[in-house]
């Protein structure tokens, strides 16, 4: 694990405590920050604390997510550690809401990042990864990090690798009729990028006069679970295919989160003033392999997005080593009072298996037609 720390829950009350006294420590100024040895592109200082804060969070919310794997008390995970710095950024920028005046999200199972950014509460990943029928997502019927929240526009994560890219071109499709400059946005691996539905989301999104306000992005790791990526492409950048249907497009090193929020806001920007759609592949880092099928431990010799960026921040004279290291202990302590909690809860009964199903047919069993 990153951080080694040693924090006892300390209940319910103590542990909302420590998290008002975090967000103080993160939010002090909206100062422009430009320091010689560091570029942070023009951000303000507010920005930057509070895009590690919710890296900080999202981390200790991932590596939380596995232990309770690793202690038998889950059947799998899967999810975004080493994604931050591309998922915050893009959950800070989006008009979140619901609705077709807000944006619209399409993502995959490496979202947790952006899920936090957008508000995700530690406890609701969590009952979603101990299959509780608490979880707000699936009532504990699907995957870790398999989110659903229509409150924020956010579509359910499937399984299918890539139905989300088409899926995604129908939200933007209404919001383009809506003409409300709200935008959709889809998520997803490089080597799903294979499937033909991936293909499809490029012309549709891209039929001239018809063009579509999507962010299609790809967050490039170098791997499909065991198959990388120069086994798998001919092309040398999978933007690269988008320029071919004229979609604006360009490839970003998605372990930057200066770099991320720069072209996130330029390209979300450009969408909502054309209407039309724009490519991102972000350069991406798999930090705890691609699931617990193949051991969810941390690769050391990886770059560590969140690490990196909390050193940049030290030693640009902008956060401390004590104040970092109490950020760290708040989630942990946070992430430990939500396990106990989500452990008390109970998981879904037998007969709720048929809810949901179909539309307005709650208890649908098909043995009772
Ligand atoms: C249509 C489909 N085919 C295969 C799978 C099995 N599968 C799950 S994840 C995965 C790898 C996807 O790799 P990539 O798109 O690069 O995303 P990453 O997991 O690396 O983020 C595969 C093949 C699936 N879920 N759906």
Same mark, same amino acid.
């Given at each position: 694990?990153?951080? *080694? !720390?040693? +924090? $006892?829950?300390?209940? @319910?009350?103590?542990? &909302? %405590?420590?998290l008002?006294?975090?967000? *103080? !420590?993160? +939010? $002090?100024?909206?100062? @422009?920050?430009?320091t &010689? %040895? ?16 919710l890296?900080? %969070? ?9 232990k ?9 995970w899967i999810?975004?550690?080493?994604e ?7 959950g800070?920028?989006?008009r979140?809401?619901?609705g077709l005046?807000?944006?619209w999200f399409?993502?995959?199972y ?13 406890i609701?990943?969590?009952?979603l ?8 997502s699936?009532?504990g ?8 929240f ?6 359910p ?5 890539e139905?989300?890219y088409?899926?995604?071109c ?10 409300k ?7 997803g691996?490089d080597a ?9 989301c490029?012309?549709?999104a ?5 063009e ?6 790809v ?5 499909g ?29 998605g372990?930057?989160?200066?770099e991320?929020y ?29 699931s617990?099928?193949?051991g ?23 956060l ?5 290291k109490k ?8 992430g ?7 452990r ?26």
């Amino acid at each position: 694990m990153s951080k *080694k !720390t040693t +924090v $006892k829950a300390g209940g @319910k009350a103590s542990a &909302k %405590k420590t998290l008002k006294s975090a967000a *103080k !420590t993160s +939010v $002090k100024t909206s100062k @422009k920050v430009t320091t &010689k %040895k560091h570029d942070f592109g023009g951000l303000s200082e507010e920005i930057l604390l509070r895009m590690h804060d919710l890296m900080v %969070k999202s981390r200790v919310l991932e590596e939380r997510l596995i232990k309770i794997y690793k202690a038998g008390e889950a059947y799998f995970w899967i999810g975004g550690p080493g994604e931050e710095a591309w998922g915050v950024p893009l959950g800070m920028l989006a008009r979140k809401g619901q609705g077709l005046e807000h944006d619209w999200f399409h993502l995959h199972y490496r979202c947790t990042p952006t899920m936090v950014a957008l508000g995700l509460n530690m406890i609701d990943s969590i009952r979603l990864m101990m299959n509780r029928a608490t979880d707000p997502s699936t009532g504990g019927r699907n995957f870790s990090s398999h989110y659903c929240f229509p409150q924020w526009n956010v579509a359910p994560v499937t399984s299918p690798l890539e139905v989300q890219y088409p899926i995604a071109c129908g939200t933007a499709h209404a919001q383009k009729r809506a003409g409300k400059k709200a935008l959709s946005i889809v998520t997803g691996g490089d080597a799903g990028t294979a499937e033909g539905d991936f293909a499809s989301c490029l012309v549709l999104a891209s039929r001239k006069g018809q063009e579509l306000p999507l962010l299609i992005t790809v967050q490039n790791n170098g791997y499909g679970i065991s198959t990388p990526y120069e086994g798998q492409h001919g092309e040398t950048h999978i933007a690269d295919r988008a320029r071919a249907f004229n979609i604006r497009s360009r490839v970003i090193n998605g372990n930057d989160p200066v770099e991320t929020y720069l072209a996130l806001q330029e390209e979300m920007e450009y969408i909502r003033k054309t209407g039309k759609p724009s490519f991102i592949e972000a350069m991406v880092t798999r930090l705890y392999g691609h699931s617990s099928a193949d051991g969810a431990n941390k690769k050391p010799q990886l770059f560590d997005p969140v690490l990196s960026f909390e050193k940049r921040l030290i030693d640009a004279g902008l956060l401390t080593e004590k104040a970092a290291k109490k950020i760290w202990e708040i989630y942990e302590t946070e992430g430990v009072v939500a396990q106990e909690q989500a452990r008390q809860e109970p998981v879904p009964t037998p007969e709720s298996v048929w809810d949901h199903v179909y539309v307005n047919n709650e208890n649908a069993d098909w043995r009772k037609f």
